[in-house]
């Protein structure tokens, strides 16, 4: 599902090249339950920015179900974010002007999908994270463990190939982050690929595979 | 085309969520437009009302009239009185390069009225030559001007405005034929005159100059002329402004120089003067008002700008999410556009309506203003200002939406 050969990434200053990634090569199969994991400053938020096509790599390949993702246009970028790809971040980015149910319609707006049959995917997926009765509610009124629920419903709506989540538990609590982790389980076992960036060991213990990043390199995976 | 519903809610949301910097970026806009079509439409009301006193009688037309010598000539001193007679006249009309046709007028000065059957008003009432009727286009209802059968045998005729006849008369009374009596003399009505919208011109009164002469001077005194003269330039005019005034200082025994013995007028050289002034006035209207379209652009702008910044994260969560720089700038762009749009076109229904409203007040109240005649805004300038605005919207939008673009999803996020 995702294959990196030889991903470099500096970040240059006036004065200085910081080199982030220092020749990743991996691989992910389809249906994997991976996690990501290193202290800050291993480069691990800059890998899945790239794999979220979020930020552009320097040398190497990156192949994304097949498909080279390199030198794209913004527009291209975005549909294949669109499409390929579901986010889940650590402090759930919901819009709060917008009903728990708008929110996870959104990306499907994108996708240019009818109002009628946005609200009722949206629900769907709303009733997989068990939070079907909150479809009418505001973020701000829901708890955090519910928000995260909420944006994993968003990051699964369009069906996308693989889903990236960034700290996903990094503002929950103990018992909260295990019932979310419990979700991307559930996600997993329906056949989905989950990549999870984390810092916590308990987090990661609980994915299937551990790839493990300290200074730009890969030690383990 | 379809509407997009979704993008319209998130307008209106958007707006909805700070309406006071919604509203007071509005009031720019309008204010803009609103001045625009104001300043427009009462600097054509000012134009009209000159533009219509101006297309009375003929572009040519010269006015003289005796003043007070102001320097010495020929042992004589200054401060004498220059009095017109028929001797002028003659001069004028016989002996005068570039005069074409001559009126002399005898004003009938102070206090009296003008009575019929116990009813008695105050008119203006002049006598003059029959070709005041080619200099001033007096144009007639009823009957006849006064010819020069009238003058030649002091005939005792007038002819009246229509402000007489609703005085002095019933409406079904047939005024030609009838007399009527100015400071104790009765007159016989051989002409009304056309109504005019002018109150003045309704009010006027003509009668032989040869017999007011002979009844109210006891000579042949005239108090002023108005005459047409051969000229298409202001220095054809001032050529034969000169000429006159020398004639003039033969007859009346003063310096041809002196400038201030006889007064004078022309409408040419003051009908360029007034195109001058309102070509001038008109530039500067539009400057004023594209400066505060300008002005109101460039708040929305601002405003959009800070829209942005506020809407940072929520944009880069729609990156994220799969919203293409297209997407991004048109709900921008689309946003500062409905802002200036529905503003500006507030601002432009307003504004006609002020100038409507005053205008059809003052037809209606029949008010009869000296400096505002049928103040009027063209449609082809509102068509103008609304393309303007809608174009100056986007432009506004357009920037703070590149900045919109520009937003890094992962940096936007982490804020």
Redesign the interface.
């Known amino acids: 599902m995702i294959q990196l050969n030889e991903i470099r990434k500096s970040y240059n200053t006036e004065f200085t090249s910081l080199e982030v990634l220092k020749g990743i090569d991996l691989t992910i199969n389809e249906g994997e339950f991976v996690s990501i994991m290193g202290s800050s400053g291993s480069g691990k ?1 800059t890998l899945l ?1 790239i794999l ?1 096509i ?2 552009e790599y320097d040398s190497g390949e990156y192949l994304l179900d097949g498909r080279l993702i390199k030198n794209l246009t ?2 291209q970028a ?2 294949y ?3 390929f790809l579901g ?1 889940v ?1 650590q ?1 759930f ?1 919901l ?1 709060s ?1 917008k009903m728990a149910w708008e929110n996870v319609a ?2 499907l ?3 240019k999908v009818d ?1 009628a049959i946005r609200k009722e995917r949206a629900i769907e997926y709303l009733d997989k994270v068990g939070l079907k009765d909150w479809a009418n509610h505001y973020p701000n009124q829901m708890s955090g463990g519910q928000q995260q629920r909420v944006a994993i419903a ?1 990051a699964l709506i ?1 069906e996308p190939r693989v889903i990236l989540a960034d700290e996903p538990t990094g503002a929950l609590d103990t018992q909260t982050s295990y019932d979310v982790m419990n979700i991307f389980k559930e996600v997993h076992e329906q056949g989905m690929t989950v990549i999870i960036v984390t810092h916590e060991e308990d987090i990661s213990a609980k994915t299937q595979r551990v790839i493990r990043l300290q200074d730009g390199d890969i030690i383990s995976s | 085309m379809k509407i997009d ?2 993008k319209w809610e998130e307008i209106f ?1 958007s707006l909805g ?1 700070h309406k006071l910097r919604t509203f007071l970026t509005a009031l720019a806009v309008w204010w803009g437009i609103f001045m625009l079509v104001l300043l427009v439409g009462l600097s054509n009301g000012l134009r009209n009302s000159f533009e219509r006193d101006f297309s009375k009688g003929a572009k040519n037309a010269l006015f003289m009239w005796g003043d007070r010598t102001s320097m010495p000539y020929n042992g004589l001193k200054p401060g004498r009185e220059v009095d017109f007679d028929m001797r002028d006249y003659e001069t004028l009309i016989n002996d005068t390069e570039g005069v074409q046709i001559v009126s002399g007028r005898f004003n009938f000065w102070g206090d009296y009225s003008v009575t019929r059957n116990n009813k008695s008003f105050s008119y203006n009432v002049q006598a003059v030559h029959p070709s005041i009727k080619k200099i001033q286009f007096t144009k007639l209802d009823k009957g006849r001007f006064i010819n020069n059968n009238d003058i030649d045998n002091t005939r005792k005729s007038i002819v009246v405005g229509h402000q007489v006849i609703a005085d002095l008369f019933e409406e079904d009374e047939e005024p030609i034929g009838e007399f009527i009596k100015i400071k104790g003399t009765e007159y016989m009505i051989v002409g009304v005159s056309e109504k005019g919208e002018r109150d003045w011109e309704n009010r006027n009164i003509f009668l032989p100059i040869s017999t007011a002469q002979r009844i109210h001077a006891g000579r042949d005194r005239v108090h002023s002329f108005a005459l047409t003269v051969d000229a298409t330039t202001i220095e054809e005019v001032e050529a034969i402004e000169a000429t006159i005034r020398s004639k003039m200082a033969t007859n009346h025994q003063f310096d041809p120089e002196d400038t201030q013995a006889i007064g004078m007028w022309n409408k040419l050289e003051r009908y360029q003067e007034f195109q001058m002034i309102f070509s001038g006035m008109k530039g500067f209207t539009w400057f004023v008002g594209i400066g505060s379209i300008i002005a109101g652009m460039i708040g929305v702008s601002n405003i959009m700008l800070i829209v942005v910044k506020d809407r940072t ?2 944009i ?12 991004i700038i048109s709900m921008i762009v689309t946003e500062a556009v409905f802002l200036t749009s529905i503003a500006g076109y507030l601002g432009l229904l307003m504004g006609f309506g002020l100038i409507y409203t005053l205008s059809y007040i003052q037809k209606t109240q029949n008010i009869d203003l000296d400096f505002f005649y049928n103040p009027e805004v063209d449609f082809g300038a509102v068509m103008i200002a609304l393309v303007v605005l809608i174009i100056s919207g986007a432009l506004s939008g357009l920037i703070p939406a590149i900045q919109a ?1 520009k937003i ?3 940096v936007a ?1 982490k804020s």
């Open positions: 938020s920015n979220g979020l930020d913004q527009t975005a549909q974010r669109n499409k986010f971040f402090s980015n819009l002007f959104l990306p707006y994108y996708q109002r968003r369009t | 519903y979704d949301e969520r994260r929520e880069g969560v729609r990156k994220a999410l799969g919203a293409t720089p297209r997407n673009v890094n999803p992962v996020m």
